[in-house]
């Protein structure tokens, strides 16, 4: 890896992170991790379950500090958690932003208009009746400064992204175009495929 540059978004080097127990053992999370996604770029994270891709994100999102390594980042950055709540679990954004809508005693009209409202506040209305995954590929396409990475266990959905990064027990194992990863995670479909949790 070369010194960051400014066609690199968001870059880890080496990145480590232990937890220690109360027993005094250290537990390694994460094992010398290195990833680099260039600017305007949509990317994907992918393993099974347990790899350790939330916690690489969280360090790259800054919510983590790491044991060992170094992150850089490029401006401002944002976080969409796949939990608590669930919080993109629908398969449209006018759905997903109606979801937290449906403990009230709302018309279907009123759900719509809300939702339109809620859209419109923050520029995304023509995004109303489009796939998540769709929304996110188009903010990075419309704009040169937008670069996300999107953690998934759906090889499908590599079909989006310009990269993609795969990782096995806390290492990233393979980090390159997707249709590399596709092609590379498709010859251990099996053994990946029993180990992940839809
Ligand atoms: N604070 C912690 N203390 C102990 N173990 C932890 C801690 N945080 C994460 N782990 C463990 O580290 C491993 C990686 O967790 P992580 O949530 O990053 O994996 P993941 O790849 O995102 O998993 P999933 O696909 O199931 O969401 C898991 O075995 C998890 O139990």
Not at 132 to 151: F, G, K, M, P, Y
Not at 167 to 196: C, L, P, W
Request: aromatic residues 8%; proline residues 4%; glycine residues 8%.
């Amino acid at each position: 890896m070369t010194n960051f540059t400014e066609n690199i978004a968001i870059e880890g080097r080496n990145l480590s992170f232990s937890v220690g127990t109360r027993q005094g053992k250290t537990i390694p999370i994460l094992k010398d991790c290195s990833l680099h996604i260039p600017s305007g770029q949509f990317w994907m994270l992918l393993g099974p379950n347990g790899c350790g891709k939330s916690t690489l994100l969280k360090i790259l999102a800054g919510l983590l500090n790491p044991t060992d390594g170094t992150v850089h980042v490029k401006r401002p950055r944002s976080f969409v958690f796949q939990n608590p709540d669930h919080q993109v679990v629908m398969p449209t954004v006018e759905a997903d932003v109606a979801f937290g809508l449906g403990k009230f005693n709302l018309t279907p009209d009123v759900v719509k208009y809300r939702v339109s409202k809620a859209l419109d506040a923050v520029s995304m209305l023509n995004y109303m009746q489009i796939g998540v995954i769709r929304a996110v590929r188009n903010s990075v396409d419309s704009s040169r400064e937008v670069t996300a990475l999107w953690v998934t266990h759906r090889l499908e959905e590599l079909e989006y992204a310009d990269g993609a990064v795969y990782m096995e027990d806390g290492r990233v194992v393979m980090h390159g175009n997707a249709t590399d990863i596709m092609n590379f995670i498709t010859t251990r479909q099996s053994a990946y495929i029993k180990e992940i949790n839809y």
